[in-house]
């Protein structure tokens, strides 16, 4: 939780309630003297102020004796067994005392029933999954959320770079939390979704690397594709000859060398579209292509393609923003994990061994960091003396175990991402662990020329796949990192508890996400409406450590900005030629990365925290940006004004005024206020003071009248056509100084954190 940006209301109680229905089952069964509301003989636990948590001392000794090497000394996990926070047999402590009674220890089944069996999954279930048995006061207060129809709006501009349209925030007002699901299905639907599901991966898998120029088709190998530069053979270079067309050259290199680059972001793209199991973005047996790239592949009689809206070339018809699956022959491909551009982003050497492209695997699809595991590495100055100390030195194996394994199944894709038969890779490392996943080799019968297949399969059926898409996408919408396993084994401390709280609720969220049968759409859904990107305000008197990380009020990148900008004043922030925007562009003289944004090659983290330099961004889009949406909002008619829809260029109505600014705080912060609310008394205080001030300089003292717009503010062409406007339909005086003093009140609301941030 930011605090710095957090408003927070008291909907939140509801949602607690149903946190605490969701939790009761954890506690239905402990023993004891609880009585399901907190009472407990404070002799049996430990804690303070009144946040306890029973230990079972037996419990205890029986579970680091003999389980904490496989689920972690507390509960975390380990590659060779999973977490016990919020796990599925953690629904209940009979459930999970069955389950350890009849299959734990794994070596040794009955060696833990009876007595032994109910102690231990007494301390899994109080200590590893207790979030805190808190007082009915402590557990209904402290937080406030957004409501169903400020959730409406934030989402409706995260996820489809749009206000929600009047329609839908009057559903969702009527409805209230039963509605939401159903309009954010309609969202989840749109295009721009799916241009931010995009972008969202691309933060982590960093595929635009290869956008322009070349870059994507020069990974690509003649031997393998002979047709990868198809265009450059069509002539259309040569000023001398007769299919000279030097922009259709570049626009043909430009569609087929992006497609290729994007070709993993669009398989997911796909498979979300279609409602496919998410699991199929790593065991797909198909690559995605547009018809400019099929020719690249060879491939072009697999599909067939949509035709751009308006053709410019009838040789070349085909829009290259529509994909299609294809097989390229000779491939086996394993979605993600096949690619060629995945491949490169995550390279390897012949002493790395893979090794790099298993560590990114289990970190971004399996919630794994292999860095983190227990172990030391060579910089600790410890003995790798011998020929095999992966295999051999106990200091080494705790990592090696996990990830080599993994690293083998790449063995028939080479440095450049090549794809190589077993037949002709007969020199894979001996001195290196065989292939296989969490414990289990891989069968070379069937498999041997097409382990990454294999692989996708088995990390489609592991658990932590689900998690890690879950944390994917809430930090893809919030903007936080996922709570790290406190280092702390003060398991009833606050940094504790609030990481157990997190873990149980993206633990819940898997696990609808696999009961629906992974349907992707679900996290983004939960992730919505869970507490950590609704949550809106710390009360006085709460425990911030407990709640911190709930809320999403995040700096805004630029890409989101930029859309938000469009969205809520209708008008681009973008070059004196209308063509590029400020934000976005991937040019040198573009404020894309001077505000944060990264080039997915030499610059990979966004800056989440500004700087003087992104300030400086920020107040200057806020004057242009004033300036130049007076002009042309108040050209269109009323019903179609996104910033003005209630007061006219010459109104001093005051009513209408506030009228007007309680929807521009709507419509810019997602804030419902009265029209006599504090807020709304500033702002109009502002723009009477602004047109006061500025009454008194319309005339100088030498006659001059000082009543036109400045220059980059007038309007004398129609916004929409660009076309010349008649002189009399021209908005560039202001005698009474009222669109200058709008301009003074946008300009304060759009350098305000509640705008930039979200």
């Known amino acids: 939780m930011r605090y710095c940006c957090l408003n927070l209301t008291s909907n939140l109680r509801l949602l607690f309630r149903l946190l605490l229905l969701i939790l009761l089952p954890l506690f239905s069964a402990c023993g004891g003297d609880y009585d399901g509301y907190g009472q407990m003989d404070a002799s049996k636990f430990e804690g303070a102020q009144g946040n306890y948590l029973y230990v079972n001392e037996e419990g205890r000794a029986k579970y680091q004796a003999d389980c904490a090497g496989c689920h972690g000394s507390s509960g975390e996990g380990s590659p060779s067994g999973p977490s016990l ?44 999954n207790g979030i805190m048995l808190l007082t009915s006061e402590q557990a209904l207060t402290g937080i406030d959320v957004l409501s169903p129809t400020q959730t409406l709006r934030k989402a409706s501009l995260n996820l489809a770079a749009r206000l929600p349209s009047a329609a839908e925030v009057d559903t969702v007002s009527a409805g209230g939390e039963g509605a939401l699901d159903a309009v954010l299905d309609t969202i989840l639907n749109e295009e721009a979704f799916y241009d931010r599901l995009k972008e969202i991966y691309n933060d982590i898998l960093l595929q635009d690397k290869y956008l322009d120029s070349e870059n994507a088709l020069n990974l690509l190998r003649d031997g393998e594709y002979p047709d990868r530069r198809w265009y450059s053979a069509l002539g259309l270079l040569d000023k001398e000859g007769p299919n000279y067309d030097n922009p259709l050259y570049y626009k043909l290199r430009a569609y087929t060398n992006d497609a290729v680059g994007r070709e993993v972001l669009e398989l997911i793209d796909y498979v979300v579209r279609n409602n496919k199991p998410f699991s199929e973005i790593l065991t797909a047996d198909y690559t995605m292509v547009n018809a400019y790239s099929a020719k690249t592949y060879g491939v ?36 993600v994990l096949t690619s060629v551009m995945f491949l490169n982003r995550f390279p390897t050497t012949s002493t790395n061994r893979n090794r790099h492209r298993s560590r990114m695997v289990f970190d971004i699809f399996l919630d794994t960091n292999i860095l983190a595991l227990e172990g030391s590495r060579p910089g600790d100055a410890i003995d790798v003396s011998g020929e095999t100390a992966t295999l051999d030195n106990p200091q080494c194996t705790g990592c090696h175990l996990v990830m080599d394994p993994v690293a083998s199944t790449f063995q028939n894709w080479d440095y450049l991402g090549r794809y190589r038969p077993s037949s002709e890779n007969n020199n894979w490392y001996t001195d290196i662990l065989a292939r296989g996943f969490n414990g289990v080799a891989m069968p070379l019968s069937g498999n041997s020329n097409s382990s990454l297949q294999w692989l996708g399969k088995q990390m489609a059926a592991d658990p932590r796949f689900s998690l890690a898409t879950v944390k994917t996408i809430y930090k ?119 505000y944060g944004g990264i080039d997915s090659d030499t610059v990979i983290n966004r800056i989440e925290d500004p700087n003087g330099l992104m300030v400086a961004v920020q107040n200057r889009m806020a004057s242009e940006m004033a300036c130049k949406v007076v002009s042309r909002d108040f050209f269109k008619p009323t019903a179609a004004r996104l910033v003005f829809p209630y007061v006219t260029n010459a109104s001093m109505n005051e009513a209408a005024i506030r009228n007007n600014l309680r929807y521009l705080f709507w419509s810019f912060y997602g804030q419902e206020l009265s029209n006599d609310s504090v807020e709304i008394t500033a702002m109009l205080q502002l723009f ?54 709008w301009q003074a009140v946008l300009t304060v609301m759009l350098a305000d954190y509640q705008f930039l941030y979200e």
């Open 85 to 128: 926070v919020a796990c599925p047999s953690c629904i209940s402590q009979s459930v999970l005392e069955l389950k350890i009674a009849q299959t734990m220890p794994t070596d040794n089944p009955a060696d833990c029933d009876g007595e032994c069996a109910f102690n231990t999954a007494e301390y899994v279930m109080n200590v590893f």
């Open 300 to 335: 072009e009689g697999q599909a067939s393609f949509r035709d751009f809206d308006t053709i410019e070339y009838p040789a070349y018809p085909d829009d290259p923003t529509h994909f299609q699956p294809v097989r390229i022959t000779g491939i086996p491909h394993a979605g």
């Open 476 to 594: 893809g919408l919030s903007g936080q990192d996922p709570l790290q396993t406190p280092t702390t084994k003060d398991t009833d401390s606050a940094e504790w508890q609030a990481y157990l709280a997190q873990q149980v609720t993206f633990k819940n969220i898997a696990h609808k996400f696999r009961e629906s049968g992974l349907n992707f759409k679900v996290v983004v859904k939960e992730v919505v409406k869970s507490l950590y990107w609704r949550a809106e305000n710390l009360q006085p008197g709460a425990n911030a450590e407990i709640h911190r990380n709930m809320g999403s009020a995040r700096m805004l990148t630029p890409e989101m900005l930029d859309r938000k900008i469009t969205a809520v004043l209708g008008v681009d922030w973008n070059y004196s030629s209308g063509r590029y925007h400020w934000l976005t562009e991937r040019r040198s003289d573009s404020l894309r990365q001077l």
């Open 688 to 741: 009477n003071t602004v047109r006061s001030e500025g009454l008194q300089s319309l005339v100088i003292d030498n006659g001059w009248t000082n009543n036109r717009l400045s220059s980059p503010c007038r309007l004398r062409n129609n916004p929409e056509t660009g076309e010349a406007l008649s002189s009399e339909n021209y908005i560039e005086l202001d005698e009474e100084y009222i669109l200058r003093s």
